[in-house]
C-alpha cells in the first residue's frame, strides 16, 4: 500500500565504498525526484526525472548518478562515499508540472563511517 | 540560494492553542506549498496556494499568501499534540522549472498536552 517506498531505510557504510539507493512509486506519477536533507534538516533537490528522462540536474558531483529504468523506479548511485555525504536521502514522486503536491517517501540515512 | 526562510525556528505551546508559522521567500513564484515531517518519517503535503490566491484552508490549517511582501503564513489552529512535527514551505517557480521546489529551513513545532 506503500506509496513511495524506499530502501534501505539505513545504510551505513565506510568512506569510498560505492552504494544503491532504491526508489519505487505505485501512483503511476509520471515524475520522481530525489532530494537530500542535512543534519540541520535543510532538504535540497539533486534530480528528477519525467517517464524516465533527466530533467532537473542541480550541481551535485557526479559521483552520484541516478538511473530511472522505468518511470515508477528512480535509482541513485553513489560512488567514493565521502563523509560529506552523510544525511538523509528522499525520494518523491508527482503527477509533473509545478502545480502539484509532491509525495515522499520515508528517506534512507545514509551514514559514512 | 536558499528561497524560503521560515519564522520561528521553532515553536512550543499548549494543546488546544494557535500556531503560527511564517515563511519568507526573494523571487516571484507560481506556487507556494506547505509540508509536515513527523520524525523519521517523509514530508507530508499539507496544503497549496497559487500565486493568485490569498488564503486558502484546509480543516484546522489556515494559509495565507502576500506576494507583494513575499511572504505566507500556516495557522493551525487548536492544536492537538499530534501536531508536533517540522513545518516546511516550498516554492515552485513554474515555466520550465519542471516541479523543482525549493524548501525553507523549517519550523520545529512542538506541542505540549
Known amino acids: 500500500d506503500t506509496a513511495v517506498s524506499q530502501t534501505p531505510k539505513y545504510l551505513v557504510t565506510q568512506m569510498g565504498n560505492d552504494k544503491s539507493i532504491k526508489c519505487e512509486q505505485n501512483?503511476?506519477?509520471?515524475?520522481m525526484y530525489w532530494y537530500k536533507q542535512d543534519s540541520k534538516k535543510f532538504l535540497k533537490i539533486m534530480f528528477s526525472?519525467?517517464?524516465?528522462?533527466?530533467?532537473i540536474n542541480e550541481t551535485v558531483p557526479n559521483r552520484f548518478s541516478p538511473k530511472s529504468p522505468d518511470k515508477a523506479h528512480l535509482n541513485l548511485h553513489i560512488n567514493s562515499l565521502e563523509l560529506g555525504d552523510s544525511a538523509v536521502y528522499f525520494c518523491?514522486?508527482?503527477?509533473?508540472?509545478?502545480?502539484?503536491?509532491?509525495?515522499f517517501g520515508d528517506g534512507t540515512r545514509l551514514s559514512i563511517l | 540560494s536558499q528561497q524560503g526562510e521560515e519564522d520561528p525556528q521553532a515553536l512550543s505551546i499548549q494543546e488546544g492553542e494557535n500556531a503560527t508559522m511564517n515563511c519568507s521567500y526573494k523571487?516571484?513564484?507560481?506556487?507556494l506549498q506547505w509540508y509536515r515531517q513527523n520524525s523519521g518519517r517523509g514530508l507530508v503535503h499539507l496544503i497549496l496556494?497559487?500565486?493568485?490566491?490569498r488564503e486558502k484552508h484546509s480543516g484546522r490549517l489556515r494559509v495565507t499568501l502576500d506576494t507583494s511582501k513575499k511572504s505566507s503564513s500556516l495557522l493551525i489552529t487548536a492544536s492537538r499534540a499530534a501536531d508536533t512535527a517540522s513545518y516546511f514551505c516550498?516554492?515552485?517557480?513554474?515555466?520550465?522549472?519542471?516541479?523543482?521546489?525549493?524548501f525553507g529551513q523549517g519550523t520545529i513545532l512542538t506541542v505540549h498536552p
Open positions: 501512483l503511476g506519477h509520471d515524475t
Open positions: 526525472y519525467n517517464n524516465k528522462e533527466l530533467i
Open positions: 516550498a516554492t515552485a517557480l513554474g515555466g520550465t522549472s519542471y516541479g523543482k521546489l525549493t
Open positions: 496556494i497559487r500565486s493568485n490566491e
Open positions: 518523491a514522486s508527482s503527477p509533473g508540472g509545478f502545480n502539484q503536491p509532491q509525495h
Open positions: 523571487t516571484s513564484i507560481n506556487n
